[in-house]
């Protein structure tokens, strides 16, 4: 069982910057795609992006884009999450997934075979 565990969360003010990252546990794993989910309280797990594992293709959600980068590093098996411009409405608990083969739409959360515990994000002045 491949385990995911994410770094990096904390607090940030408006407009501010926040870097995270995962790092899989067994290093010879190799998923199909690795991706950001996250979830805020009393709302609904939801899709941030997610990254293609062998050709790096990123794909991610609107209110993201130009403002979040997913990049990996294939050798150590890390995924990152690069968040700038950060607003009060990114506040939540942001969860590492990896599929370990294409199973379905990727911001379906059910399509995703490994989680992470997750990294609390709050964005506040």
């Known amino acids: 069982q491949v385990q995911l565990v994410e770094s990096g969360g904390g607090l940030v003010q408006p407009g501010g910057s926040l870097r995270l990252s995962c790092a899989a546990s067994?290093?010879?794993?190799?998923?199909?795609?690795m991706g950001w989910f996250r979830q805020a309280p009393g709302k609904e797990r939801e899709f941030v992006g997610r990254?293609?594992?062998?050709?790096?293709?990123?794909y991610y959600r609107d209110s993201v884009k130009g403002r979040f980068t997913i990049s990996r590093d294939n050798a150590n098996n890390a995924l990152y999450l690069q968040m700038n411009n950060l607003k009060s409405e990114d506040t939540a608990v942001y969860y590492c997934?990896?599929?370990?083969?294409?199973?379905?739409?990727?911001?379906?959360?059910?399509?995703?075979?490994?989680w992470g515990q997750g990294t609390q994000v709050t964005v506040s002045s």
């Open positions: 990254i293609t594992w062998t050709s790096g293709i990123t």
């Open positions: 997934a990896a599929q370990r083969y294409y199973s379905g739409r990727s911001d379906v959360a059910a399509n995703w075979h490994y």
């Open positions: 067994d290093r010879a794993f190799s998923p199909y795609s």
